[in-house]
């Protein structure tokens, strides 16, 4: 009989037992929980990263698609504007050439055969008396135009001298002459038949006085440019002929000037040299439009 009425030894181990037993229990559930909550936590990590990492992947294909379709477009428009460069570029060139026909058939060049020949320079050069370690310069032009005068001022040479250049009313040019300068070491001069006839095509005018022989055509007018200078100058152009467009007479226009508008010597002359300027500036740019 348990005097203390307290448990017994057997209930207190029974007790001690179902204590164990169920703070194990507990332990146990409370281990369980917690694990369950990490994995259910790892869980969601996993597929907040997986989102997260599906959204990114996302956004780079559609940054991708974005940056292909921009390339592609770029492609496109590239391509489109060398089409279009190159089709402006025929269209031009097209263009140039139609010009360069018409231009070389008003100039009496054949089309077909245009360039005039190292044997044609050749044979021209034996002609003249070429001279390969001087400066061999033609004057063309018109007749009365100057041109003997400004051989003779280069070398200065007056009537009295055998080798003068006629002038004036006795400038009958009719054949090509050829005038050594004794002042000025290295240059030859040659003084060539008049051109201005209108029936005589410039190229022809420029092949029959063999213009293309020499090493500078210096083309000599006394008044504003004709037609017929400017398609020898262009006739020079297309050929490749270094030329130079000289005015002669400038002391008799700008006397007219002074006579013509009352003006002084100095405004007058002035006024001149503007005028000439606008002439040659403009009839110089029709003449290298043979470059078209």
């Known amino acids: 009989m348990n005097m203390d009425n307290g448990p017994s030894f057997k209930q207190y181990m029974a007790m001690t037992a ?8 507990l332990d146990t559930w409370n281990s369980s ?3 369950r909550e990490r994995r259910r936590r790892r869980e969601a990590e996993e ?17 991708e698609e974005r940056e292909a379709r921009e390339a592609a477009e ?17 269209r031009r060139e097209s263009e140039r050439r139609e010009a360069l026909e018409r231009l070389m058939q008003d100039l009496g060049i054949d089309i077909d055969n245009p360039v005039v ?21 033609v ?22 001298d055998d080798d003068y250049a006629p002038t004036g009313a006795s400038e009958v040019t009719l054949e090509r002459h050829r005038y050594p300068d004794p002042i000025h070491a290295g240059f030859v ?25 020499y090493d500078l055509v210096v083309l000599v007018h006394d008044s504003t440019l004709t037609q017929s200078d400017i398609r020898i100058l262009q006739v ?19 006397r007219n000037y002074e006579i013509e508008r009352d003006w002084d010597a100095e405004t007058a002359k002035a006024a001149f040299l503007t005028d000439v300027e606008d002439d040659v500036s403009r009839f110089t740019q029709q003449a290298e439009a043979s470059e078209i």
């Open 117 to 137: 020949s190292e044997e044609d320079i050749s044979e021209a050069r034996r002609a003249i008396g070429y001279e390969p370690r001087t400066r061999n310069i």
């Open 139 to 160: 004057f063309a032009g018109k007749l009365n135009a100057g041109k003997s005068s400004i051989i003779n001022a280069i070398r200065n040479r007056t009537s009295q």
């Open 33 to 35: 929980s917690q694990a």
């Open 236 to 254: 020079c152009h297309l050929m490749r002929q270094s030329w130079l467009a000289v005015r002669t007479k400038c002391d008799m226009h700008i």
């Open 18 to 25: 179902a204590y164990s037993i169920g703070k194990s229990l």
């Open 47 to 63: 597929r907040e990263r997986e989102e997260r990492e599906a959204r990114e992947a996302a956004e780079e294909r559609e940054r």
């Open 189 to 213: 001069w040659y003084d060539t038949r008049g051109s201005g006839t209108e029936s005589v095509t410039a190229f022809n005018h420029y092949y029959s006085q063999q213009l293309y022989a």
């Open 74 to 90: 770029e492609r496109e428009r590239e391509e489109r504007e060398a089409r279009e460069a190159a089709e402006e570029r025929e």
